[in-house]
């Protein structure tokens, strides 16, 4: 009886040191939340509190002195162009690559692979002389096609993986209905990927949207700035004005967090898939 | 089955077109520039073979960055892994708090590691920052977070490593659950305590997530870019930068494309370097059942 009791009461107490843990390592996002929601002078004289006079002022502010609307067009336009580029050529390329036994196959893996260990860092100021001579340097496609050269690896990494495991039984009774190898891939293929494409967008939205060493360089500010970029060069005009400031931080993650409450799950297992290149 | 050729180089060319340009040329400009005096914008630049390096290893900025950068990524590989270890199998129970604790690690990884600083910088505050509001209230002296360029180095680790914990907890709590259950209720039986059966069975079986972790954690420590950018801007007086930030800089600022390439490269070999090291360590130590 006791060892029952004793055993209950340990793991009352676990859960309890679980939750105040839980708490205290979301107090951060608490501070901005509830900040986000101050005015300037409440701030200062109860930064811990709850807002007692909750106001709106500072987003309608900080939505029109940073012109978030724009900065979320830009950064969406950038991740999901990116995304499904990165999607499209990795897939059909990996299915290739993967399918023919073939020495030239091989050696396409390999050198595909090439780049996984490459930080995107080691590549930017090579390729902004490369942008620049296509053309290309401070145009929303030239990060585009950044992004395409940066992550080819590892989306070709994953869906490798994964199409190993569809059975080449089914590219053969295709194959013997009469189609093509195009045909075959996005019709038969293709749609049985959902799950590997499923990681694939989620760990590239999440860098590309989050980036920031790349686009500030790449994008700078003649066709507008992604979100991390504009939200960085606005508050370095605010400096202290917290509220502020706070009101931009809410605005740049809200997309990003919502996403992620509607799919936790898969936002672990696709980052967590996609941790070999990190 | 016969292969229609043509489709087959339909659906690989634009994707290895597009990394051919975008990755391994710029890959091999990097190597070619970090032999040259190229200011990024004049068309003549000259071979001038191994100065930048051994201007590199003379150069008190990049012993500096070097020592930032490795302090950064000591104290987030620490964290990540030794609290990453600890809190995946403390957690590993089904319960709501258990999870609800899982979740909540996780959710700072979603964000931009620019919203990360600056809330961060607001917390950190000397006058008026929350740490030092608490502090306050139990009659503690603030405490200056940005007295010393090491103290601010610590702190920003600190920081990294709240901002990235979740994913490795993620990863260590999926390994953790490949461990038959079998295995530690025969221990059990057998009277081994909670920490023989951590030591003895749990650890070394989570060697494939500690070699996965650990090399994560080394190659995102040595390319810190974001949060020191934002905390400090690698201030005061360069003092904070780390190799990142310094090659930027140098190609940015200095227009010293060749001297950054450099840098770069260093920085690139070094994470090669530690993760086959780390490799071939861990590989080592992984136990089959």
């Known amino acids: ?278 | 089955m016969k292969h229609n050729k043509l489709h087959d180089f339909l659906l690989v060319a634009p994707g290895y077109l597009i990394y051919t340009i975008f990755m391994i040329i710029p890959l091999g400009m990097c190597f070619f520039y970090s032999f040259t005096n190229w200011d990024g914008i004049s068309k003549n630049y000259k071979m001038i073979g191994l100065k930048n390096f051994l201007r590199l290893f003379a150069d008190a900025d990049f012993y500096n960055a070097l020592k930032v950068t490795l302090i950064i990524t000591v104290i987030t590989v620490l964290i990540y892994n030794v609290l990453g270890v600890l809190l995946a199998v403390l957690l590993n129970r089904k319960s709501r708090a258990c999870a609800f604790a899982k979740s909540a690690v996780f959710v700072p990884t979603v964000l931009s590691s620019v919203v990360v600083a600056f809330i961060w910088s607001y917390i950190m505050q000397t006058d008026g920052g929350v740490i030092n509001t608490v502090l306050g209230v139990f009659g503690i002296a603030p405490y200056d977070f940005y007295a010393t360029p090491l103290r601010t180095i610590v702190m920003i680790s600190v920081i990294i490593a709240w901002n990235g914990l979740g994913l490795f907890l993620v990863i260590y709590v999926a390994t953790l659950n490949t461990i038959p259950t079998e295995l530690m209720e025969a221990a059990e039986v057998d009277g081994a305590s909670g920490v023989q059966r951590f030591f003895k069975i749990t650890l070394p079986l989570m060697m494939p997530g500690i070699t996965i972790n650990s090399i994560l954690s080394m190659a995102g420590g040595l390319k810190q870019y974001d949060h020191v950018k934002v905390i400090t801007g690698g201030g005061p007086g360069g003092a904070t930068q780390t190799i990142t930030l310094l090659s930027v800089e140098k190609a940015f600022e200095y227009n010293r494309r060749g001297y950054s390439s450099a840098i770069i490269l260093v920085l690139f070999v070094m994470i090669v370097i530690v993760s086959a090291i780390q490799l071939s360590i861990t590989k080592r130590r992984e136990v089959k059942y």
């Not at chain 1, 708490?23 to 509830?34: E, Q, R």
């Not at chain 1, 930064?47 to 724009?70: C, G, K, M, W, Y």
């Open chain 1, 1 to 278: 009886m006791s060892v029952k009791r004793n055993r209950l009461l340990r793991t009352g107490l676990g859960n309890c040191l679980a939750v105040l843990f839980a708490l205290i390592y979301l107090f951060p996002l608490y501070i901005a939340v509830s900040n986000s929601f101050k005015s300037y002078g409440d701030i200062l004289k109860s930064p811990l509190a709850l807002p007692t006079r909750p106001t709106l002022d500072n987003f309608v502010e900080a939505f029109h002195a940073s012109n978030i609307a724009s900065l979320y067009a830009t950064s969406l336009l950038i991740t999901v162009s990116s995304v499904a580029l990165l999607i499209l050529i990795s897939s059909c390329a990996a299915y290739v690559i993967i399918r023919r036994n073939n020495k030239i196959c091989k050696f396409l893996y390999a050198y595909a692979l090439i780049g996984i260990m490459v930080p995107p860092v080691v590549t930017l100021v090579p390729s902004i002389k490369t942008l620049s001579m296509l053309h290309l340097m401070y145009k929303p496609t030239g990060l585009l096609m950044f992004y395409g050269g940066a992550y080819f690896s590892t989306t070709i990494f994953l869906y490798t993986g994964f199409i190993n495991s569809i059975p080449v039984s089914l590219d053969e009774s295709a194959y013997i209905d009469g189609a093509s190898t195009i045909g075959i891939f996005f019709k038969i293929i293709f749609p049985l990927l959902k799950p590997c494409t499923a990681t694939a967008v989620i760990l590239m939205g999440m860098w590309i949207w989050n980036d920031f060493l790349n686009p500030m360089y790449i994008l700078g500010s003649t066709s507008g700035r992604t979100i991390t970029t504009g939200i960085y060069n606005a508050i370095g005009a605010y400096t202290s004005q917290w509220n502020l400031v706070f009101a931009n931080v809410i605005l740049a993650s809200f997309p990003i967090v919502v996403l992620y409450l509607c799919m936790q799950k898969q936002f672990m297992s696709g980052l967590t898939a996609g941790a070999v290149k990190g």
